[in-house]
């Protein structure tokens, strides 16, 4: 059998939200890329940059708010350790 009109709405609303999570997820990870390459004066600016990424991707709930804290965590712990 083919595929049912409702199958392929389903396979391009997929293909949409996948994209649409991967430029959050890749901002996200540039964000934290800039904090752990940044000097002592410039970390904690970016620190507070990363955090509201960080928290903008989680509002949207392409990950966990448990993983949020976790890199916020991990980033936190970073910049206090330069």
Not at 15 to 40: C, E, F, G, P, W
Not at 49 to 74: E, F, L, W, Y
């Amino acid at each position: 059998m083919g595929a049912s009109g409702s199958e392929l709405k389903r396979v391009r609303q997929s293909r949409r939200d996948n994209l649409r999570n991967r430029h959050y997820k890749s901002m996200m990870k540039t964000s934290i890329k800039k904090v752990l390459q940044a000097d002592k004066q410039e970390a904690s600016e970016f620190l507070n940059q990363a955090i509201t990424t960080i928290d903008r991707v989680c509002g949207k709930g392409i990950i966990h708010k448990n993983r949020a804290s976790h890199h916020k965590s991990k980033l936190t712990k970073y910049v206090n350790s330069l």
